[in-house]
């Protein structure tokens, strides 16, 4: 694998459009109003439907903590890189 640090920007910026664009998306309104809508749903399709956010939630959950670890990790890299340069060579 290439060493392509413009194609892991442009990974990078890729997915925080998804991110942003998940957040944003106007159809979460449109469900919470229609779960209040009489008749909405069988307890079945219920029980799917909550399985589905709850999953949902675990992801988001599961993806914050593998942010956390990718900054940390970065900048750890970085600080490793600063100070080995900064060590003088040992003879």
Request: net charge negative; charged share 25%.
């Amino acid at each position: 694998m290439d060493h392509d640090i413009d194609k892991l920007a442009s990974n990078i910026k890729g997915l925080t459009a998804a991110i942003d664009k998940f957040s944003g998306d106007d159809r979460w309104n449109f469900l919470l109003e229609i779960i209040y809508k009489n008749g909405w749903t069988t307890l079945a399709e219920y029980r799917l439907v909550n399985g589905v956010v709850l999953n949902m939630s675990e992801q988001i959950r599961v993806l914050s903590q593998l942010q956390d670890t990718l900054f940390e990790g970065s900048q750890a890299v970085l600080d490793k890189n600063i100070g080995d340069r900064q060590r003088p060579e040992s003879h």
